[in-house]
């Protein structure tokens, strides 16, 4: 069935594409560890060459942009929140 109230969704992020080699680097660097990368010989049927969230509807709906616009100095910050609390929000 349909809800009565149903929620707002918004896609959260930057606007701004990155391939997974762009991520997985940007994690190697951020975060030291040495995460072991299987690559495929050449891109499978229909993947993409990147994937970004389209940001128009919560900017002009709550007018938010993402604070952290830099993969690496994002991550970083998630990162260095991850590692202060390591069992979350407890």
Request: glycine letters at 8%.
């Amino acid at each position: 069935g349909h809800l009565s109230n149903p929620p707002r969704l918004y896609n959260v992020g930057t606007g701004k594409g990155y391939s997974v080699r762009e991520v997985v680097n940007a994690c190697k660097k951020v975060t030291e560890v040495d995460i072991k990368v299987v690559e495929q010989a050449a891109p499978r049927p229909g993947d993409y060459a990147e994937v970004f969230a389209d940001t128009t509807k919560i900017m002009r709906e709550l007018n938010w942009t993402a604070r952290f616009t830099d993969l690496e100095e994002g991550m970083a910050t998630g990162w260095r929140w991850r590692k202060a609390h390591p069992n979350g929000y407890q």
